[in-house]
Structures are given as C-alpha cells and as structure tokens.
C-alpha cells in the first residue's frame, strides 16, 4: 500500500534526448508527489512537485504528466544535458499526515 | 544551495567511539528528520521531530540517539556503532508536521571502522 515503483533503474540518453522515468504508486491517499535529483556526494534535492488535481506540470526542461484513475505519473527532461547526469528520485505522501515514501531511484547518464 | 547545513560533511569513527552529527536549519521549518542512505538506495527514514517532538522513530537500534535541542537544531548521537552503519547520513527539513516537502543538507558520510 505504501510503495511507489520507479523505472527504469538505469537510463542512457544522448545529450539533446527526451529522458523518461516513470513512477506507480499504490496509496490513493498520497496528494502530493515531488521528485528530487541527487548528484553523487550531494544530497537530494528538490526539483519539481505536482498534486493529483493538475494533470500536468512543467518548469523548464522538467515536465511531471499525472495519470490519477492509473496513480501514475512520470519525469520527462526535455533537451537532456550532460549536467542532468545524475539520480532521480520519485515519492509520495498524504500531506500533514505520513512522510515520504521515496522509489529505489533511475540512474541517468545523458552522453555527448 | 540547501539550507539545511550538516556537519561534518565526512566522519570515521571506531566502534567504541562516541560522535554526534549535526544539523541546523533556519527556514522556520517544525519538523526535522534523520535519514539514513546507503550506495545506490534511496533515503531511508529513521526519525522523525515535529515540534521538538520526537514522533517517529523507524524502530532504529540505540545505538543511534537523536536529540532536537530546538526547533533549528538537530543532532544524532553514535556510540558503538558497526561497520555496516556506514552510509550518507542526511538530514531533512519541513514545514509543519510529517507530511509536508522535505528539503534535505548535504548529508554527513560516516565510515565505521
């Protein structure tokens, strides 16, 4: 009930491509759901959020699409550069109510 | 850069020894966390303060101990850890009660020796 499945694991793009990671989650209490980037030694950062009544986020190269009636939503980065090398990770919670459950994290190379 | 600030960024400690982590943030958050991340895993919760309040604590063995002093100060206490306590441990920040975006330092990695 509380997990949130990532994928891929691993992802290899050229620099220029569209990356893709996608996240399924199970608890239909979770309103809100972040994503956060973690570059190695470095901890994770915040990097876009989307609540379940917008069906569609974007801020910058980062778009978050929202499937509510599949509880699935996705990272998409747009023009994908060397510098976005690093590991995403999605999560979920119930606002005011449990923390984050965080999926196992896509490792993202984007290649010159 | 994040707000929340970690020290020591790195720590190697014995088994015997005793050391504390620290962490402070001054975002007026109300609730403050400690994670623990091992290579290739994502953070894994151990505690949880609200309101200098200890309110989750992800049944952690005692040889971690955490300590709020107050609403922007956070310390965990290490006394005879293992080898395999070894990890990124990060602190965490959030507005509010559990339930709110966590915004993480930079993380303090121990090694045990």
């Known amino acids: 009930q509380q997990q949130v499945k990532q994928s891929p694991q691993s992802l290899i793009v050229q620099k220029g491509g569209i990356s893709i990671i996608n996240c399924a989650y199970e608890?239909?209490?979770?309103?809100?759901f972040p994503w956060y980037q973690q570059f190695p030694g470095k901890g994770p950062a915040l990097l876009i959020a989307i609540r379940p009544d917008v069906s569609e986020k974007k801020e910058g190269r980062f778009t978050i699409s929202f499937n509510k009636s599949a509880k699935q939503f996705s990272l998409h980065i747009m023009d994908s550069q060397p510098g976005d090398s690093a590991t995403y990770f999605c999560a979920g919670f119930s606002s005011g109510n449990t923390p984050l459950v965080f999926g196992k994290g896509t490792r993202l190379s984007v290649i010159a | 850069d994040t707000e929340v600030t970690q020290t020591p960024k790195h720590l190697v400690m014995g088994m015997t020894n005793k050391k504390s982590l620290k962490c402070e943030q001054h975002?007026?958050?109300?609730?403050m966390y400690w994670y623990k991340q091992k290579a290739k895993k994502p953070p894994e919760l151990m505690f949880v303060y609200s309101y200098e309040k200890l309110s989750i604590n992800e049944s952690v063995p005692s040889r971690f101990s955490p300590e709020c002093p107050n609403s922007s100060l956070l310390n965990l206490h290490l006394h005879a850890l293992q080898p395999e306590d070894s990890a990124l441990y990060l602190c965490?920040?959030?507005?509010?009660?559990?339930?709110?975006?966590?915004?993480f330092g930079e993380g303090s990695w121990l090694t045990v020796v």
């Open positions: 975002m007026g958050h109300r609730a």
């Open positions: 965490a920040s959030s507005r509010g009660g559990s339930g709110n975006t966590i915004y």
């Open positions: 608890n239909t209490a979770f309103d809100y």
